[in-house]
């Protein structure tokens, strides 16, 4: 037995809560791992509250990211004591995932933990960090440049938005931030933006084109915001797409690709090969320090798991919740 959160649905009755879980739960794989931290993500949030069918087999257990130890495995590349590392893969909506204190997964679907990284870091990284990290190698990819001029970051507040302000900021990018919360300014210029926008000159419905602006952004909102964001983006630009905050409609024109030649570059993070992944954790090992994770983290226990799924979807929670899973 272990503890963990799990989520059932019995006759219609969709039921979450924390409690001793049999091993007989855990679904097959090749590497058994005793988790040291999880987060919650929006994902987390809408499958533990039930607002969203994102849960697809039951009982499961929640949580799309992970790291722990590898207490047991049969596959070639991990052996016991290896310190493992997980974002997505459908886990927490179809397999198993990191939101409990064991976890037994498929291999193909791990990474070492990267070298001078601890495991809370990793997890105050998670898959907000990681997929922010995506979204800034797409853009450098594509051409763009810290000389290339202004970066939009839309659902700033957010974890994929706050990483992805620190991290282009220490590479050296111009970042413009877009915000519901503009008393959050102060946190965000911390970060690194050097200027703040309300979200509602790009939420509404607007032109097919605007006056350019934007050299790239990394957009996590979606709908009317992510269609302004095309539509004021510069001649050759590049826009990273995330994300379906507002939703996940795109109520746009080809006006901006066919006359501007933008690229808007979509970002999976969840079935994102092996290779990207690593390229990205390397990247992030290599960019970011302890220090950064100081105004983006707040630690919590397993037992304030549901109430604050709750707080994240109501827009309460900023930066990234990181799970320590053997506490309460």
Request: charged share 20%; aromatic share 6%.
């Amino acid at each position: 037995m272990f503890k963990g959160i799990l989520i059932d649905k019995v006759d219609d009755k969709y039921t979450v809560q924390l409690q001793d879980i049999d091993d007989a739960v855990l679904p097959e794989g090749d590497v058994d791992i005793d988790v040291m931290y999880s987060t919650l993500n929006y994902k987390d949030g809408l499958a533990i509250t039930g607002k969203s069918p994102v849960v697809r087999r039951f009982p499961m257990i929640p949580g799309i990211d992970l790291v722990g130890t590898v207490t047991k495995s049969t596959a070639n590349n991990f052996s016991a004591g290896d310190t493992v590392l997980l974002n997505g893969f459908g886990v927490g909506e179809t397999h198993c995932g990191g939101l409990a204190q064991k976890a037994r997964l498929k291999s193909e679907w791990l990474i070492s933990l990267p070298s001078g990284m601890t495991p809370e870091h990793a997890m105050a990284i998670g898959t907000a960090g990681y997929t922010a990290m995506l979204c800034v190698i797409a853009l450098e990819k594509n051409g763009v440049t810290p000389e290339s001029g202004e970066i939009l970051v839309t659902g700033a507040n957010g974890g994929v938005g706050s990483f992805a302000i620190t991290i282009l900021s220490k590479l050296g990018y111009k970042v413009v931030a877009s915000t519901g919360r503009m008393n959050e300014t102060d946190y965000l210029t911390k970060l690194g933006a050097s200027e703040v926008i309300d979200r509602n000159t790009l939420s509404e419905p607007g032109k097919p084109m605007v006056r350019e602006r934007w050299a790239g952004a990394v957009d996590s909102v979606g709908s009317h915001t992510l269609a302004n964001v095309c539509a004021s983006t510069k001649y050759g630009g590049t826009v990273a797409a995330c994300g379906l905050a507002q939703g996940m409609d795109f109520p746009a024109s080809v006006a901006p690709f066919i006359l501007r030649g933008i690229t808007l570059n979509g970002i999976d993070s969840v079935m994102r090969p092996i290779a990207d992944r690593v390229e990205a954790w390397e990247r992030l090992a290599n960019i970011l320090t302890p220090e950064d994770f100081a105004d983006i983290s707040t630690f919590i226990g397993l037992g304030k798991v549901i109430e604050t799924a709750e707080q994240l979807l109501e827009g309460k929670v900023r930066g990234r919740v990181v799970v320590d899973v053997n506490k309460s």
